[in-house]
């Protein structure tokens, strides 16, 4: 069989199912290599910034390494930002989606709410309300987040830093997103 024949899922056969399957788990074991590739493309992002969003995105996972975070928060701490390019208005919690399967709880629920507590640093400036982390004041990774932003998100704009390059990153990438899901 080289494709199913069914037009509608409810018409598919347990064979058709099957060798679909096959053909999902070979996507799956690609997704590390995958993401690598588009994390190129914020290259061309972050207009009116010194830095690209990835040399931003480079900056806070070196900075996460250099502080001997774990390997999955120096993970996500790369891909913290891989939403901006397709969900702009939402760009945590698309990478938080990206993610879950494959991290902690904690670890997903940091990334998760980073743009809102990113706030913090810029909202008074717009107008908006820099303190809109506090509705989350007691969940027990309100600090965690309030550190990860501090730590490395907010302090990497910087053109002068030394970061480490993608391709430095990739066994971490790898290692992640090819151990078995936590959730799916």
Known sequence: MEKVKFNQMKDGTKEEYLFLNKHEKKFIEDTADRLL??????????????????EH???????????????????????????????????AECAAAILKPYVSEKTHWVIEKHGIFQMY????????????????????????????CENWDQKSFDPNFKSLTLKDFEPYVKKIFNRIPYSI
């Open 121 to 148: 640093y810029y909202a008074h400036h717009l107008g908006g309300n820099k303190n809109e982390r506090e509705k989350f004041k007691g969940h027990k990774y309100y600090k965690d987040t309030i550190d990860f």
């Open 37 to 54: 590739k588009f994390m190129d493309r914020l290259k061309n992002t972050l207009e009116g910034y010194q830095i690209t969003r990835l």
């Open 57 to 91: 995105s480079l900056q806070t996972a070196t900075r996460a390494l250099n502080e001997t975070a774990s390997d999955e928060m120096i993970v996500a701490c790369l891909l913290h930002d891989i939403g901006d390019e397709l969900a702009p208005l939402n760009h």
